[in-house]
């Protein structure tokens, strides 16, 4: 039976007034070496959930890791492994379903079997009410939110990197699921997860700038490096989005942890690709029974 945990382990290699894992909401669940980071909200609302970390696969990054997506950079065999390992972790007979992400703003609806079934389709976010379904996107660095509707038991998974981010794609999936599942955005519980936050994640201009011409306002987010050069905090950025579409503040939880900071734990693009020409994927889940 997976176990769960509440060691916290958030404040380390961060700054001293971050917040403690229990009290952003979260705890960690493990199960025969795999651990999963939990938003114990959604979960109380009967929604099975979790942010993967890189422990307790067999893909060799460089060994013994989690990866759970990049079949250019593993093997089929590794990662249906990994990915059979990280749902034992939630327990039940849950199907995965995902999208082939393009940093867009475009919403996967999974409503059939032929919707699990397609992981071709171009998206950055998923939707489903479906029983005994677990939808999931893939993060190496960029925002991972989940969003669980606890009265319509409509659910959500979003990939909010920066692209994403300007393309507002976290408002575009609440509106998803208030127009086509019935849901009202004061009953979403959503649960910001690891990604490269504003203490590490530098941009350039061109960012910025995109930034400007989508929000009002957007300097809040970035503080100045160099020349042309900021630290974007995209983690709040999300959270302003969902709030700016309705969400109650208190139904937003975000993890306290860097994927850029905690490499221990985290597959980070930034950090890995340029050192190994390659890196992981984590899979961020939401789904039902």
Same mark, same amino acid.
């Given at each position: 039976?997976?176990?769960?945990?509440?060691?916290?382990?958030?404040?380390? /290699?961060?700054?001293?007034?971050?917040?403690?894992?229990?009290?952003?909401?979260?705890?960690?669940?493990?199960?025969?070496?795999?651990?999963?980071?939990?938003?114990?909200?959604?979960?109380?609302?009967?929604?099975?959930?979790?942010?993967?970390?890189?422990?307790?696969?067999?893909?060799?990054?460089?060994? &013994?890791?989690?990866?759970?997506?990049?079949?250019?950079?593993?093997?089929?065999?590794? !990662?249906?492994?990994?990915?059979?390992?990280?749902?034992? $972790?939630?327990?039940?007979?849950?199907?995965?379903?995902?999208?082939? #992400? $393009?940093?867009?703003?475009?919403?996967?609806?999974?409503?059939? !079997?032929?919707? $699990?079934?397609?992981?071709?389709?171009?998206?950055?976010?998923?939707?489903?009410? =479906?029983?005994?379904?677990? !939808? &999931? @996107?893939?993060?190496?660095?960029? @925002?991972?939110?989940?969003? &669980?509707?606890?009265?319509?038991?409509?659910?959500?998974?979003?990939?909010?990197?920066?692209?994403?981010?300007?393309?507002?794609?976290?408002?575009?999936?609440? +509106?998803?699921?208030?127009?086509?599942?019935?849901?009202?955005?004061?009953?979403?519980?959503?649960?910001?997860?690891?990604?490269?936050?504003?203490?590490?994640?530098?941009?350039?201009?061109? @960012? !910025?700038?995109?930034?400007?011409? /989508?929000?009002?306002?957007?300097?809040?987010?970035?503080?100045?490096?160099?020349?042309?050069?900021?630290? $974007?905090? =995209?983690?709040?950025?999300?959270?302003?989005?969902?709030?700016?579409? &309705?969400?109650?503040?208190? /139904?937003?939880?975000?993890?306290?942890?860097?994927?850029?900071? +905690?490499?221990? =734990?985290?597959?980070?693009?930034?950090?890995?690709?340029?050192?190994?020409?390659?890196?992981?994927?984590?899979?961020?889940?939401?789904?039902? #029974?």
């Amino acid at each position: 039976m997976p176990v769960e945990t509440i060691i916290d382990t958030s404040s380390e /290699n961060a700054d001293s007034d971050s917040p403690s894992l229990t009290e952003s909401g979260f705890f960690w669940r493990e199960n025969n070496g795999v651990k999963v980071l939990v938003c114990r909200a959604l979960d109380a609302a009967g929604f099975a959930n979790g942010f993967s970390t890189r422990l307790g696969g067999v893909s060799p990054f460089p060994d &013994g890791d989690l990866n759970l997506a990049g079949f250019d950079d593993d093997t089929s065999e590794n !990662i249906h492994e990994n990915r059979r390992r990280f749902l034992a $972790v939630f327990g039940g007979e849950f199907q995965l379903a995902t999208a082939w #992400q $393009v940093h867009g703003d475009t919403i996967k609806s999974v409503r059939s !079997i032929d919707d $699990v079934r397609n992981s071709e389709e171009r998206a950055d976010a998923l939707v489903s009410d =479906l029983e005994n379904l677990m !939808i &999931g @996107v893939k993060t190496a660095d960029c @925002v991972p939110v989940l969003i &669980g509707d606890a009265k319509t038991r409509a659910f959500a998974a979003v990939h909010a990197g920066w692209r994403g981010t300007v393309s507002s794609i976290a408002i575009k999936a609440v +509106r998803e699921l208030t127009r086509n599942f019935r849901s009202d955005p004061n009953d979403l519980i959503c649960a910001i997860g690891p990604a490269a936050c504003g203490r590490n994640y530098e941009i350039g201009e061109d @960012v !910025i700038d995109a930034f400007a011409e /989508n929000f009002t306002g957007s300097e809040k987010y970035f503080s100045p490096t160099r020349e042309g050069h900021a630290l $974007v905090d =995209l983690h709040l950025a999300n959270r302003d989005q969902l709030l700016d579409c &309705g969400v109650k503040f208190d /139904n937003i939880y975000t993890a306290p942890l860097c994927t850029m900071e +905690r490499p221990d =734990l985290f597959f980070s693009y930034r950090l890995e690709k340029q050192k190994y020409g390659k890196t992981g994927r984590l899979l961020s889940v939401i789904g039902r #029974q």
